[in-house]
């Protein structure tokens, strides 16, 4: 395999990016107005997309602007409700008292995502707000940006994160294309984006690798490994796929690496327009890449693992868990601290409850090790989940209204990801009174409460302070498309969520909640082709079967006298016995001119040739079902 050489000449200068140490350096392959494009303003998108390869493979991540609160159609939102005057204000969306996110406009004046909007708006007054409690539009954007890059991959893994990430296993297209690499013509290589179709791709120059560079410079015999190669050409990849988001009008960053753990954190350092490759060829690289990161932002490591690690460390006293994303100490000097190995990791991190073989998992990302593969592509949500907060409810009447209000909208969510309408008008061997009809792609069996108390930051109370849920089966009732959706409603409210409210909270009064949560979970795929479930509406094969077995039943256009007329079906009766009293002597027509029974036999050969009949019942039934179903007598008359 060949690795592209990077003449002198051809070389792009260094652009260092703000954050890198001296262990490491960064560079661009485009021109320098396209390093970084931090006069965009982001009220445009944050889509994150993750291109990521199997085993030794490589990956990439487009990321947005907040992980945990998604700007996806946040352009086209802002654009209608205030004009092209967003796209240069300083903007963020806010949920409640909260700030969800803000632009990268708003987070140079000190802004930043869940902050209090009155401490925001102190620091920056001329912050235009827009209203973000509906996330309605939010996911129709995430969907259709998902089925984007979806439609790209060839094996099908194609893994969502949230609302705006995606993660992609390019791993085959990207050896594909490398075994294609003409060593003699690399400026003016051609990626294919389709193994059938020679014309489908797209030019490139394989000479430098696209975007922003995190890692060793490379010299000598370093620039002929494969790995560079690979991820030369997926880099590629990823620029094309972003550009192909940018025609729909938003913006992304990208990471490029080996596993989902590296192109996670690779894809934050060029943010929010932009693409970086990590160029870790060795175990060391990828370390030392990690070693840099404060812990709470290793992907896979949480509060809780972040606070005893950090109290570990520094030698203190655990904090109270508030969810916060700070942390006083570097994975690098987690990873470097006197005795640190798995099984202390193990031990520090063990308790009941606990994800089992924590200290190794744990242990594994402080080294740069995810050994988990991305998801194949599916249609379906893991689950569905509707949350608000609140100041404060203690009535059973504001609770009652608050689930009303919750269970609308889950069950408007259902319709939308879960209802798909089976169309076969255009299916000419389907009968015109079957054209359209709704059915259920999946049916979730779990239905979840949670609730959690009102707290305020004084409170010095974690943020999931006293947070329980309460799960059971979802009723059957809430799938009957035919029901007014009101009616499902009140019913799911009175009958099934106010009891597990009562249960997960026993008092009379003051509850004072302050968050509740509604989800349906552990779905089932029912009538879909999607490879995550085979399940198949057997019903369509029954309205469909008169049709197509027609053309496969054999008539007889001249019958002998004394059996069916001109053009009915043969009734073979199996063993060429006469038919006893119980059964017509042929069979009977119907208007189309067909059998309504046809008896045990089939046409052809393929006839039972050997019937029986019952003494005690009459019924003809073949030799080999004789004993079962005197079995059946001598039982019915125990």
Not at 153 to 163: D, F, H, I, P, Q
Not at 512 to 521: D, F
Request: aromatic share 6%.
């Amino acid at each position: 395999m060949y690795a592209p050489r990077w003449p002198r000449t051809t070389r792009p200068p260094a652009y260092p990016v703000r954050g890198t140490t001296a262990s490491s350096s960064t560079w661009s392959a485009l021109p320098p107005r396209r390093v970084r494009h931090e006069d965009d303003v982001l009220t445009r998108l944050g889509l994150r997309q993750l291109l990521r390869p199997g085993r030794g493979g490589t990956a990439s991540r487009a990321q947005g602007v907040a992980p945990r609160y998604p700007l996806l159609p946040h352009f086209r939102t802002a654009r209608r409700k205030a004009g092209r005057a967003l796209l240069t204000a300083r903007a963020g969306i806010k949920q409640k008292g909260i700030l969800a996110t803000c632009n990268y406009e708003a987070r140079r004046r000190g802004v930043g995502k869940l902050m209090l909007l009155a401490e925001a708006r102190k620091l920056c007054p001329e912050l235009v707000v827009v209203e973000g409690e509906d996330l309605s539009p939010f996911r129709d954007v995430s969907k259709q940006l998902y089925a984007l890059l979806r439609s790209y991959s060839w094996n099908g893994k194609a893994e969502r994160l949230g609302l705006d990430e995606v993660f992609l296993d390019v791993t085959d297209m990207v050896d594909h294309n490398v075994g294609l690499l003409n060593p003699h013509s690399l400026a003016r290589s051609f990626f294919h984006l389709s193994r059938l179709d020679p014309e489908n791709g797209f030019e490139f120059d394989a000479t430098a690798i696209a975007g922003c560079v995190s890692g060793p410079r490379l010299e000598g015999d370093a620039l002929r490994n494969p790995l560079v190669t690979r991820l030369l050409v997926a880099s590629h990849l990823a620029r094309h796929l972003r550009l192909r988001v940018e025609e729909r009008g938003y913006t992304s960053s990208c990471g490029i690496s080996t596993n989902k753990l590296l192109s996670k954190l690779v894809g934050n350092r060029n943010k929010p327009r932009n693409q970086t490759t990590l160029l870790s060829l060795c175990r060391a690289d990828a370390v030392a890449f990690v070693d840099r990161h404060p812990l709470r932002k290793v992907p896979g490591i949480g509060s809780r693992t972040t606070r005893l690690l950090e109290a570990h460390v520094l030698q203190k006293e655990p904090e109270p868990e508030t969810h916060s994303m700070e942390c006083s100490v570097t994975a690098g000097e987690v990873r470097n601290y006197s005795g640190m190995s798995d099984h202390a990791l193990e031990r520090l991190l063990g308790a009941p409850g606990a994800e089992r073989g924590i200290g190794e998992k744990v242990w594994g990302l402080l080294h740069g090790v995810e050994r988990t593969e991305v998801k194949a592509a599916t249609d379906l949500p893991t689950q569905i989940s509707i949350e608000d907060t609140y100041r404060g409810l203690d009535t059973l009447a504001e609770i009652t209204q608050e689930l009303r209000k919750l269970a609308a909208s889950l069950l408007r969510r259902m319709h939308v990801d879960l209802v798909d309408d089976d169309d076969n008008g255009d299916d000419e061997t389907i009968p015109a009174a079957s054209e359209r009809r709704r059915r259920w792609l999946a049916h979730p069996r779990t239905l979840r409460l949670t609730t959690r108390p009102k707290t305020s930051p004084g409170d010095d109370k974690p943020y999931n302070f006293k947070r329980v849920s309460r799960s059971q089966p979802l009723p059957s009732f809430v799938f009957r498309l035919a029901t007014p959706r009101e009616d499902i409603v009140d019913k799911l409210v009175s009958e099934h969520l106010l009891p597990m409210f009562r249960k997960l909270n026993p008092e009379r009064d003051g509850w004072h909640t302050g968050l509740l949560n509604v989800c349906v979970a552990n779905m089932v795929p029912t009538a879909t082709s999607d490879p995550a479930g085979r399940g198949r509406d057997i019903s369509v094969m029954f309205r469909t079967q008169e049709h197509l077995l027609r053309e496969f039943r054999v008539y007889d256009p001249d019958p002998p006298e004394g059996e069916v007329g001109g053009g009915g079906v043969l009734g073979v009766w199996g063993g060429g016995d006469a038919p006893n009293d119980r059964t017509p002597a042929s069979p009977v027509e119907d208007g189309e001119g067909e059998s309504a029974d046809e008896g045990w036999g089939d046409e052809g050969e393929s006839g039972l040739e050997d019937c029986i009949t019952c003494g005690q019942c009459g019924h003809r039934l073949p030799a080999f079902a004789a004993g079962a179903h005197q079995r059946y007598h001598l039982l019915g008359d125990q």
